[in-house]
Antibody, heavy 121, light 108 residues
Framework: QVQLVQSGAEVKKPGASVRVSCKVS????????LHWVRQAPGKGPEWLGS????????TDTQKFQGRVTLTEDTSTNTAYMGLSSLRSDDTAIYYC???????????????WGQGTTVSVS | SYVLTQAPSVSVAPGKTASLACAGD??????VNWYQQKPGQAPLLVIY???DRPSEIPERFSGSNSGNTATLTINGVEAGDEADYYC???????????FGGGTKLTVL
């Protein structure tokens, strides 16, 4: 069973950057697709992007204006999500999640990290 | 970009049936996943591939998808079903994942 463990809470000032980590156990990063989703207070989930070992990386460039960077360290089985030029409306809980059963289109995200709170103020 | 529209709230009495709709342009041609989220918790997948259930999800949860509306149905609603519910698709045109705005289910 895949498990995802994320890094701790972050407090940042406007204009700064943040990097959230997601350590994978129970499988290898080279075999699973990993998605990044955020949720602002009182709002619904918002997809930022994903890494797939076959299809590569996809981010919602238009919505986030190219501010999202996804990286992977296969030696430590850890994925990273970076967000630059932070604004107050980037304050949210950031989740990593995986579709362990197959493509997210068909099987959804069935394993989630515990979430990382990023506060921009 | 593709938009999924959900009613902000639905209320239902215990033991009754809740139907939560997710509207989108020709959504019947896509596959829909549904998530339940309780306060302070990460989303939990309750329906995938329109109507399939993860093994740990009760049979009371079912899904359907046709035309411009996908529906999550919860039979015999229990107090523990009170939560926010979100639909989600993958938009093949843009290669982006899209979530609906969510429906808050209140059990009276």
């Amino acid at each position: 069973q895949v498990q995802l463990v994320q890094s701790g809470a972050e407090v940042k000032k406007p204009g700064a950057s943040v990097r959230v980590s997601c350590k994978v156990s129970g499988d290898t990063l080279t075999k699973i697709s990993l998605h990044w989703v955020r949720q602002a207070p009182g709002k619904g989930p918002e997809w930022l992007g994903s890494y797939d070992p076959e299809d590569g990386k996809t981010t919602d460039t238009q919505k986030f204006q190219g501010r999202v960077t996804l990286t992977e360290d296969t030696s430590t089985n850890t994925a990273y999500m970076g967000l630059s030029s932070l604004r107050s409306d980037d304050t949210a809980i950031y989740y990593c999640a995986t579709a362990s059963l197959g493509a997210v289109a068909y099987y959804g995200m069935d394993v989630w990290g515990q979430g990382t709170t990023v506060s921009v103020s | 970009s593709y938009v999924l529209t959900q009613a902000p709230s639905v209320s239902v009495a215990p033991g009754k049936t809740a139907s939560l709709a997710c509207a989108g342009d020709q959504i019947g041609g896509k596959t829909v996943n549904w998530y339940q989220q309780k306060p302070g918790q990460a989303p939990l997948l309750v329906i995938y591939y329109d109507s399939d259930r993860p093994s740990e999800i009760p049979e009371r949860f079912s899904g359907s998808n046709s035309g411009n509306t996908a529906t999550l149905t919860i039979n015999g609603v229990e107090a523990g079903d009170e939560a926010d519910y979100y639909c989600q698709i993958w938009d093949r045109t843009t290669d982006l994942v899209v979530f609906g705005g969510g429906t808050k289910l209140t059990v009276l």
